[in-house]
């Protein structure tokens, strides 16, 4: 029984889909012969059971990043000048320094250090500019030559 009306040209259509699908007569067929494939033009459609390609769910939107923490303009000076400055193990600058840190409320590690005084480290969190530490470093004690008892 062969189908009339407009589903014969269907079935037609259809054989002849089969036919060229199966066919081992041109392996390469001219792009303009070839039908396209569901899908095949959009990496990673989806397509439902009848083969048409589904609109993908859009990706949820990221949040918008958090906004940068408030700069502290800081300051820390020593007694004497010329120490350098550490903070966190990132060297700063010389004392007398002024620099900006994010206000994070996070508890720093400062160091200074200058040739002929002992280190110094100090722990801050600060949360407000200004001056941060003003420090007295202590000099290294140097060792006394021995006395010599006059032996010529």
Request: glycine content about 8%.
């Amino acid at each position: 029984m062969r189908p009339r009306g407009r589903h014969a040209s269907l079935h037609v259509t259809l054989l002849a889909l089969v036919a060229a699908c199966t066919s081992d007569a041109s392996p390469a067929a001219p792009a303009a012969d070839r039908l396209p494939v569901p899908g095949s033009d959009t990496p990673g459609a989806a397509t439902d059971r009848h083969g048409d390609v589904r609109e993908s769910p859009a990706a949820a939107p990221s949040p918008p990043p958090a906004p940068p923490a408030p700069l502290l303009e800081l300051a820390v000076r020593s007694r004497p000048d010329g120490a350098t400055l550490t903070i966190d193990g990132r060297v700063v600058g010389t004392t007398p320094v002024v620099f900006t840190l994010p206000a994070t409320g996070e508890e720093r590690l400062l160091a200074l250090d200058l040739r002929g005084y002992q280190p110094v480290t100090y722990r801050a969190t600060p949360v407000r500019s200004g001056l941060l530490a003003d420090l007295v470093l202590v000099p290294v004690a140097l060792p006394v030559p021995p006395k010599s008892n006059g032996a010529k």
